[in-house]
């Protein structure tokens, strides 16, 4: 009987050598090379084989087998009893101990263990790839939501790319500002994949899950691009090619069957699609499609670390920098949603990606290399995701997981934390920081977003709610320190964005803004309205605002505009105060200047409630219920509507917005999850 061709040369319709792998998979290498199932005699004879092995393996058994099944089954016990007390390796445990990738329908797919009836025949079904094969689990072949995730057949993917100058120039941004600090791929894979688009013959012949990735590499490099940049490189407004490259990338993922994926590709394609959308889409779609993508994940088998699975270096690397790149931005979502995944805290033992360059490792590689000392390209993103190894393995004193929002935990005391935090710094400094050269555009984003991360840990355990405490019940000592963490999370912020070597990256982490440290700036710039720090804080909030242009697009984000109002009740204090001290010294050079920042951001704040672009039309929505929860000290006669109602105070316009009004907020009762929390 002839051994059909392999499913990639029967889908390009080019002739089949029947190895494993094939020479044209093994060309093109970006292929994987999958042959149809077993035919049934096939079958039964490697069935045969297992029915001999087995009966064989009776025969040689030892009369110590008994007593080390018994010793295996206490030991394993003995294991559960310590995963119920939260000891022990739960990953171990919890997942299953024969782990394997197999072959369903020509599909990769994982399985947590072979169950005891097959036992041995992983190894007895397994092909000269590594990867047994099985039948179909499952004779359903129509998905689900078929009627609103489909395909328009309209669509020819394949005449529907750039022209080559325009591919040409996506994928130089591509390689310069998006690679660097993705690292899903290795630089010789995009290589490849770039020659294909660039090509005579284009994109012909691509499937699905290749599409998918090469327009979700488009959308994210327009991403990076501001609006002046894509005018003038590629000759649209960026609004354009996004809405293109978006509708484009969705009807290859909908080709390429996305909800049950199980090529990597289609995986890579989804992340990037979801980093591109995270300034534009609504966040709650976002986290429901990272649910997606992760069970996509699993289904391939990448919370698995490859070692386990027996795969080469290469596809064990390209699987760990994959599934951590997920991690971080499942992480990233979930703050932005007000939620954290359980994904993060469950027990998969994926490893860290290698500290290599893309170019010590290929596909033929047999052991895997030697990590490099001090930092590589991939440090960038591997600072990020020690971060995450180290917080998963935080446990309290009886051995139970502390999860990723131990900094605000209750329960653990300050010292607790604050050791958990020197840890971590430590670490940074020992692994990455002290390696950092100031000339180098990585090692400089490297350095200011750790720096970052830390403060921002730092002022996360020093919160009063992280302690049960309100504001005003703080030693002067513990506020002074608090605000000391604060002022260094926005001084990390302008340096994020005025740092020139780094403005190419600057997209990576646009929209993430610590705006509980701006708050509490204001918060301590209100009450120190009369001492020699009043100044140096306002002059740290013109140069946040100078730095950061996006803080004056107010339609953007709520937070946005309401800060605007806290800014102008602190500075009435401050006004307050330097009119009293001019009239006792007798200033003759008038009234002391509004900072120009804040005299722009009101008219800003005006200009937008005036276009009518808030809930109502020409209304300023200051929604207590959101922003402080509770009604000022001195609470205004509010104006009565026709029929003799008090008007909440929320439906007062900014040309009523009176900050004397305001002048004794009772900052106790601020909603600090509605400055945390997303968009």
């Not at 309205?529 to 709520?558: H, I």
Request: hydrophobic share 35%; with cysteine.
């Amino acid at each position: 009987m002839n051994t059909p061709a392999c499913q990639p040369c029967v889908k390009r319709k080019v002739r089949c050598d029947r190895k494993e792998p094939c020479s044209n998979c093994k060309r093109r290498k970006q292929d994987q090379c999958v042959y149809p199932e077993l035919s049934p005699t096939e079958r039964i004879k490697q069935l045969e084989a297992l029915v001999r092995s087995l009966q064989g393996s009776s025969e040689h058994s030892t009369p110590c087998d008994y007593e080390q099944a018994k010793t295996t089954a206490a030991s394993a016990s003995s294991r559960v009893q310590q995963c119920q007390n939260g000891t022990g390796d739960d990953a171990q445990l919890q997942r299953g101990s024969n782990p394997v990738l197999v072959k369903e329908d020509g599909e990769f797919a994982y399985l947590e263990s072979w169950n005891g009836k097959i036992g041995e025949s992983a190894t007895a079904l397994r092909t000269s790839n590594g990867y047994p094969r099985i039948p179909a689990l499952s004779n359903n072949e129509c998905g689900a939501l078929q009627s609103i995730i489909c395909r328009d057949p309209r669509i020819d993917l394949a005449r529907r790319h750039p022209v080559p100058q325009d591919a040409t120039t996506l994928w130089d941004i591509f390689c310069h500002r998006v690679h660097p600090v993705l690292k899903i791929s290795f630089s010789w894979e995009i290589e490849r994949i770039r020659a294909t688009t660039t090509a005579v013959n284009g994109p012909d012949g691509l499937a699905f899950h290749e599409h998918a990735f090469i327009f979700a590499a488009y959308l994210i490099s327009v991403t990076s691009l501001s609006d002046e940049e894509c005018s003038r490189l590629l000759g649209r407004p960026r609004s354009a090619l996004f809405s293109d490259f978006q509708v484009l990338c969705e009807q290859a993922l909908a080709g390429s069957n996305f909800l049950g994926a199980s090529e990597i590709t289609t995986i890579q394609a989804s992340a990037m699609y979801i980093i591109s959308g995270l300034e534009r889409f609504n966040m709650r779609s976002l986290w429901s499609l990272m649910g997606a993508v992760i069970r996509n994940a699993e289904r391939c088998g990448l919370h698995r670390d490859g070692t386990l699975l027996h795969l080469s270096p290469y596809e064990t690397e390209r699987r760990r920098r994959l599934w951590w790149q997920l991690q971080h931005l499942d992480i990233a979502l979930g703050v932005k949603s007000g939620s954290i995944s359980l994904t993060l805290t469950a027990p998969w033992d994926s490893k860290l990606p290698l500290n290599i360059e893309d170019e010590d490792i290929d596909p033929h590689m047999r052991e895997a290399p030697k990590e490099r000392q001090g930092l590589t390209s991939m440090s960038q993103c591997l600072t990020t995701y020690w971060i995450l190894y180290e917080q998963r393995s935080f446990c309290r004193a009886d051995g139970t997981k502390l999860g990723f929002t131990w900094a605000a935990d209750t329960s653990l005391s300050r010292v607790e934390k604050e050791a958990l935090i020197d840890r971590l710094e430590a670490g940074l400094n020992q692994r990455y920081l002290q390696f950092c050269d100031p000339i180098r555009p990585l090692d400089v984003l490297l350095q200011i977003l750790a720096r970052s991360f830390v403060y921002g840990m730092r002022r996360l355990a020093l919160h009063p709610l992280a302690h049960d405490d309100k504001l005003s019940e703080l030693s002067e000592h513990h506020r002074q320190e608090l605000l000391d963490v604060c002022i260094g999370c926005l001084e990390y912020d302008i340096a994020s964005h005025s740092s020139p070597s780094i403005k190419h990256f600057r997209w990576r982490f646009q929209g993430y803004f610590q705006w509980g440290a701006l708050v509490y700036v204001l918060i301590e710039a209100r009450r120190q309205f009369d001492t020699p720090r009043a100044e140096e804080l306002w002059e740290l909030l013109s140069n946040v605002y100078a730095a950061d242009s996006g803080l004056l697009e107010l339609q953007e984000d709520r937070r946005k505009s309401y800060v605007v109002e806290l800014m102008t009740v602190a500075w009435k204090a401050r006004e307050k105060f330097l009119v009293e001290r001019q009239q006792h010294q007798q200033n003759i050079f008038g009234p002391p200047q509004k900072p120009a920042f804040l005299i722009d951001l009101e008219n800003r704040l005006l200009k937008y409630n005036e276009a009518g672009k808030l809930e109502e039309p020409n209304k300023r929505k200051l929604d207590e219920a959101e922003m402080l929860d509770s009604t000022p000290a001195k609470k205004p006669v509010p104006p009565a509507d026709t029929q003799g109602r008090d008007l909440p105070m929320d439906n007062m316009t900014f040309s009523q917005f009176d900050p004397d009004t305001f002048a004794e907020i009772d900052f106790d009762t601020i909603d600090w999850s509605f400055w945390e929390a997303g968009p």
